[in-house]
């Protein structure tokens, strides 16, 4: 946890890896994940780099995997979880893995290419039997050759009598949706001389390719003439009709049918057998699959970080640039170690220094994480600076507690994140897909604390489902007030709730030991004191939460060695925020402790003393808090004014006074030169603000510092800052908005939902009746409306207040993070 407050010391190392154990050994680190590999082959195409070749060995094989993987989920087949961890093949295993996975992959095409054949030459016997089966054959060809009917041509064929002629059938099947419009064509083409019935199949039959029941229009066609007969099987071919012959004898067909029904049985043998063989062969796949997947994963992410290598001269070694942190330094050298010790020359890792910006890494756990990643959404961190994840683990639940206080609300938002919390190691809830539930799954712990420190700010609101409760006796004495006032049973009767005035002798007895009264639930004037109160608590919040940001700028200059930065910086910042608006909060606390009830009527304004401040005036009708009120708000205005210059103008001068003291010492740019190869890491401590990056001071090979970049970048943090602090310190209003935007929707809710239903019924039995769905609505309103939407709302606020208001005070958020090479991801 102590990398939590900054991110840990980053060293840049090299690697010689012999030949012979270079894939030994980056594999030995890929199981590790210690390191990020540098790309010392970025001007080399993907194309020319030494392991191309095994590289797309390893893609043509995933190919293949992913035909598997298709098959398998086409037989509805599961593939089971690879046991244990499996390290990276030998390369030698390679050639194995490729010729068992291409055998099974071609006798799985086989088999499936012989039940495919096999499953259309079955579709086409059950087709078949079923023209022969339908019975519209006999009569039709009855009726129609030997008499007359409706349908018979008025004239004569050319060719002679209508008895001579020969009738010829055309049986076959056609889809239904098809049939109507077959059938419309056959008229109009052969313009009727021909009889057709169509019949639609009693049973579905399975469709060879999908394996779904289909239905099927079987057709009989009766013609005479080699003309018509032509055209009738061009037009049924056009519709991919399946045509089938039919005999004219009913003994023929009937010895016909069952030749066929023989040959569907000895077909569906061979399928049988066919199907029995695949399921062996899926069987296999499903043995062989999960491991040779993560293997071929693995390899082939070895090879990509060999490509990142370069060859050395002798073509004895590679040479590998790559980040590592300085504790798993150790760890390193011994991996490296064992995994060239077969060898006989062993590999070997040592630091040297770099002018590049190292990566941040932040280690987490479970519980950070969540409060980590609000963090890195806003910009990860630049090497080393303060990390604002263990002061955001607090503060984020508070801020987004006080605009979410109920406790009501918390518990259950509470016991939701509890129950993630206990149910986290159930590999079910791990390995759920849905999207939400993954997001809320991963933030379970800022759920959890969110809630309890809801919870919390309820009871200083006293506000439970925006009731209020009585956990101690109140501090407010009524009857006092009812003694002086003279209130008649008419008034009370009217008037359901009263104002609470504290002026009154006798009323106000001592504070309520925690919290708020819960007399003020049942006051008139309750929402005027809620709303003074949440405004100025917002506003202390507010000036303390910033000042805390700016002092943490402190420790980001004292580490990277710019003590300038703590006058020239940090000390008009805190003066500018705190002379202006810590000095509004100093009056509102001495308000709080100097004004008694009993003057509270002809109590100064505070806010109108705050604009007389700036406008160096005075009221006379508001008189000062303290003796030389309009001297000290001058005298903190001015000063505050004359922190702007420093600000501006006080770090670039600075380093351009610097920057020529050392022009004029050129020996002492070798003697730096020389004492930074010799550091362990050059890249420790040696990463100041954007001003000094500007100005090449960063760079030993820049000559000259630009001015002009220096003083931009110094005016933009200057005005942003004094700006900044006024919009910042409004922004923190929201708190108060927020606050009694979610009471008075809490009350709203309560009023128009529960108070009607349980005024509905006085008999115990109809009570309940009513209350059961009123309660069912009331429940589902409230996590819908008050969890869920005011939740998320409240969450998004408390995410600007960290990003906007907090952060950048003293967090730039420009670096990037260090991408071990690792297998975790292939394992899981």
Same mark, same amino acid.
């Given at each position: 946890?102590?990398?939590?407050?900054?991110? /840990?010391? =980053?060293?840049l190392v090299?690697l010689?890896?012999?030949?012979?154990?270079?894939?030994t050994?980056?594999?030995?680190?890929?199981?590790?994940?210690l390191?990020?590999?540098?790309d010392?082959?970025?001007?080399?195409?993907?194309f020319?780099?030494?392991?191309?070749?095994?590289?797309r060995?390893?893609?043509?094989?995933?190919?293949?995997?992913?035909f598997?993987?298709?098959e398998?989920?086409?037989?509805?087949l599961?593939?089971?979880?690879?046991?244990g961890?499996l390290?990276?093949?030998?390369?030698?295993?390679?050639l194995?893995i490729?010729?068992?996975?291409?055998?099974?992959?071609?006798?799985?095409?086989?088999v499936r290419?012989?039940?495919?054949?096999?499953?259309?030459?079955?579709?086409?016997?059950?087709?078949?039997?079923?023209?022969?089966?339908?019975?519209?054959?006999?009569?039709l060809a009855?009726?129609?050759?030997?008499g007359?009917?409706?349908?018979?041509?008025?004239?004569q064929?050319?060719g002679?009598p209508?008895?001579?002629?020969?009738?010829?059938?055309?049986a076959?099947?056609?889809?239904?949706?098809?049939?109507p419009?077959?059938?419309?064509?056959?008229w109009?083409?052969c313009?009727?001389?021909?009889?057709?019935?169509?019949?639609?199949?009693?049973?579905?039959?399975?469709?060879?390719?999908?394996? /779904?029941p289909?239905t099927?229009?079987?057709?009989?066609?009766?013609?005479?003439?080699e003309q018509?007969?032509?055209?009738?099987?061009?037009?049924?071919?056009?519709?991919?009709?399946?045509?089938?012959?039919?005999?004219?004898?009913e003994e023929?067909?009937?010895?016909?049918?069952?030749?066929?029904?023989q040959?569907?049985?000895e077909?569906?043998?061979?399928?049988?057998?066919?199907e029995?063989?695949?399921?062996?062969?899926?069987g296999?796949?499903?043995?062989?699959?999960?491991?040779a997947?993560?293997q071929v994963?693995?390899?082939?992410?070895v090879?990509?970080?060999?490509?990142?290598?370069? =060859?050395?001269?002798t !073509?004895?070694?590679l040479?590998?640039e790559?980040w590592?942190?300085?504790?798993?330094?150790?760890?390193l050298?011994?991996a490296?170690?064992?995994?060239?010790?077969?060898?006989?020359?062993s590999a070997?890792?040592h630091?040297?220094?770099?002018?590049?910006?190292?990566?941040?890494?932040i280690?987490?756990?479970?519980?950070?994480?969540?409060f980590?990643?609000i963090v890195?959404?806003?910009?990860?961190?630049?090497?080393?600076?303060?990390?604002?994840?263990?002061?955001?683990?607090?503060?984020f639940?508070f801020?987004?507690?006080?605009?979410?206080?109920?406790?009501?609300?918390?518990l259950?938002?509470?016991l939701?994140?509890?129950a993630?919390?206990?149910?986290e190691n159930?590999?079910a809830?791990?390995?759920?897909?849905?999207?939400?539930?993954?997001?809320f799954?991963?933030?379970?712990y800022?759920?959890l604390?969110?809630?309890?420190?809801?919870v919390?700010t309820?009871?200083i609101?006293?506000?439970c489902? @925006?009731?209020?409760?009585?956990?101690?006796?109140?501090?407010? @004495?009524?009857?006092?007030m009812?003694?002086?006032?003279?209130?008649s049973?008419?008034?009370l009767?009217?008037?359901?709730?009263l104002?609470?005035?504290?002026?009154?002798t006798g009323?106000?007895?001592?504070?309520?030991?925690?919290?708020?009264?819960?007399?003020?639930s049942?006051a008139?004037n309750?929402?005027?004191?809620?709303?003074?109160f949440?405004?100025?608590?917002?506003?202390i919040l507010?000036?303390?939460?910033?000042?805390?940001?700016?002092?943490?700028?402190?420790?980001? !200059?004292?580490?990277?060695?710019?003590?300038?930065?703590?006058?020239?910086?940090t000390?008009?910042?805190l003066?500018f925020?705190l002379?202006?608006?810590?000095?509004?909060?100093?009056l509102?606390?001495y308000?709080?402790?100097?004004?008694?009830?009993?003057s509270?009527?002809?109590?100064p304004?505070?806010?109108?003393?705050?604009?007389?401040m700036?406008?160096?005036?005075h009221?006379?009708?508001?008189?000062?808090?303290?003796?030389?009120?309009?001297?000290?708000?001058?005298?903190l205005?001015?000063?505050?004014?004359?922190?702007?210059?420093?600000?501006?103008l006080?770090t670039?001068?600075h380093?351009l006074?610097?920057?020529?003291r050392?022009?004029?010492?050129p020996t002492g740019?070798?003697?730096?030169?020389?004492?930074?190869?010799?550091?362990?890491?050059?890249?420790v401590?040696?990463?100041g603000?954007?001003?000094?990056?500007a100005g090449?001071?960063?760079?030993?090979?820049?000559?000259e510092l630009v001015?002009s970049?220096?003083f931009?970048?110094?005016?933009?943090?200057t005005?942003?800052?004094?700006?900044?602090?006024?919009?910042n310190t409004?922004?923190?209003?929201?708190?108060?908005a927020l606050?009694?935007?979610h009471?008075?929707?809490s009350e709203v809710?309560?009023?128009?939902v529960?108070?009607i239903?349980?005024g509905?019924?006085? /008999?115990?039995g109809?009570?309940?009746v =009513?209350?059961?769905?009123?309660f069912?609505?009331?429940?589902?309103m409230? =996590?819908?409306?008050?969890l869920?939407?005011?939740?998320?709302?409240?969450?998004?606020?408390?995410?600007?207040?960290?990003?906007v208001?907090?952060?950048?005070?003293?967090?730039?958020g420009?670096?990037?993070?260090?991408?071990p090479?690792?297998?975790?991801?292939?394992?899981?």
């Amino acid at each position: 946890m102590g990398s939590m407050f900054r991110s /840990e010391e =980053v060293a840049l190392v090299q690697l010689f890896l012999p030949t012979a154990a270079a894939y030994t050994c980056v594999s030995q680190l890929g199981e590790l994940g210690l390191v990020e590999f540098r790309d010392l082959n970025a001007s080399v195409s993907a194309f020319q780099r030494r392991f191309v070749v095994d590289v797309r060995r390893c893609e043509e094989l995933e190919k293949t995997f992913t035909f598997l993987q298709e098959e398998m989920r086409r037989a509805g087949l599961v593939l089971p979880r690879p046991e244990g961890r499996l390290p990276a093949p030998p390369p030698r295993d390679l050639l194995r893995i490729q010729e068992e996975t291409e055998r099974l992959a071609q006798e799985l095409r086989d088999v499936r290419g012989n039940q495919q054949s096999l499953r259309v030459q079955l579709h086409q016997l059950q087709l078949h039997a079923a023209v022969l089966g339908q019975g519209h054959g006999p009569q039709l060809a009855t009726a129609h050759t030997y008499g007359a009917s409706e349908r018979t041509p008025l004239l004569q064929a050319p060719g002679g009598p209508h008895q001579d002629l020969r009738v010829n059938f055309v049986a076959g099947a056609v889809e239904p949706h098809k049939a109507p419009a077959l059938e419309r064509l056959l008229w109009r083409a052969c313009r009727g001389f021909l009889i057709a019935s169509f019949s639609e199949l009693e049973r579905p039959l399975e469709h060879p390719v999908t394996g /779904e029941p289909a239905t099927w229009m079987t057709f009989l066609i009766s013609y005479w003439g080699e003309q018509i007969g032509q055209k009738i099987r061009k037009i049924t071919d056009c519709f991919h009709c399946h045509v089938f012959p039919f005999l004219e004898q009913e003994e023929a067909r009937r010895a016909a049918l069952q030749q066929l029904q023989q040959q569907s049985q000895e077909l569906q043998e061979v399928l049988g057998e066919t199907e029995r063989f695949l399921s062996q062969v899926l069987g296999r796949v499903q043995q062989l699959l999960p491991p040779a997947q993560v293997q071929v994963r693995k390899m082939k992410a070895v090879y990509l970080a060999l490509n990142q290598c370069s =060859v050395s001269t002798t !073509h004895k070694c590679l040479i590998a640039e790559a980040w590592c942190a300085t504790r798993d330094l150790p760890a390193l050298q011994e991996a490296l170690r064992d995994s060239s010790a077969e060898e006989g020359v062993s590999a070997v890792a040592h630091r040297i220094p770099s002018r590049d910006m190292p990566p941040t890494l932040i280690r987490t756990n479970r519980f950070t994480a969540s409060f980590q990643g609000i963090v890195d959404s806003y910009g990860v961190g630049r090497y080393q600076e303060v990390n604002p994840a263990p002061y955001t683990i607090i503060t984020f639940p508070f801020l987004f507690a006080v605009m979410f206080g109920d406790v009501g609300h918390g518990l259950l938002m509470f016991l939701f994140a509890l129950a993630m919390v206990l149910a986290e190691n159930r590999p079910a809830v791990k390995a759920a897909q849905n999207e939400i539930w993954q997001t809320f799954f991963g933030g379970r712990y800022l759920l959890l604390l969110m809630g309890l420190f809801s919870v919390y700010t309820g009871f200083i609101y006293n506000e439970c489902f @925006s009731r209020a409760s009585s956990i101690f006796p109140s501090g407010w @004495s009524v009857a006092a007030m009812a003694n002086q006032s003279g209130w008649s049973d008419a008034f009370l009767a009217q008037h359901t709730m009263l104002t609470l005035d504290p002026n009154v002798t006798g009323v106000f007895l001592g504070p309520y030991p925690f919290g708020i009264d819960p007399i003020w639930s049942l006051a008139a004037n309750h929402l005027s004191f809620l709303n003074s109160f949440k405004m100025k608590m917002s506003v202390i919040l507010g000036v303390v939460h910033m000042a805390f940001g700016v002092v943490l700028g402190v420790f980001n !200059h004292m580490h990277f060695g710019q003590r300038h930065r703590l006058l020239l910086e940090t000390l008009p910042e805190l003066t500018f925020l705190l002379g202006l608006f810590g000095y509004l909060v100093f009056l509102v606390i001495y308000k709080w402790l100097h004004v008694s009830a009993a003057s509270a009527a002809s109590a100064p304004s505070i806010l109108i003393h705050f604009i007389n401040m700036f406008l160096f005036s005075h009221s006379p009708t508001n008189r000062p808090l303290y003796p030389q009120q309009e001297v000290v708000q001058a005298m903190l205005v001015v000063l505050a004014l004359a922190m702007v210059p420093v600000l501006l103008l006080g770090t670039p001068l600075h380093l351009l006074c610097r920057h020529r003291r050392r022009r004029r010492r050129p020996t002492g740019r070798k003697e730096d030169k020389a004492g930074l190869l010799g550091l362990p890491d050059a890249s420790v401590n040696g990463w100041g603000s954007d001003e000094e990056k500007a100005g090449g001071l960063e760079d030993e090979q820049e000559a000259e510092l630009v001015p002009s970049e220096v003083f931009m970048h110094q005016a933009i943090h200057t005005i942003e800052f004094c700006l900044g602090c006024i919009s910042n310190t409004a922004s923190y209003l929201r708190l108060w908005a927020l606050s009694l935007a979610h009471a008075q929707l809490s009350e709203v809710l309560w009023a128009m939902v529960m108070r009607i239903g349980l005024g509905l019924g006085r /008999e115990v039995g109809v009570a309940a009746v =009513v209350l059961v769905p009123i309660f069912a609505a009331f429940a589902v309103m409230t =996590v819908a409306i008050l969890l869920v939407m005011e939740g998320l709302s409240a969450f998004l606020h408390a995410l600007r207040l960290h990003w906007v208001e907090f952060q950048n005070k003293f967090y730039s958020g420009t670096g990037y993070k260090l991408s071990p090479f690792t297998f975790a991801a292939t394992d899981d």
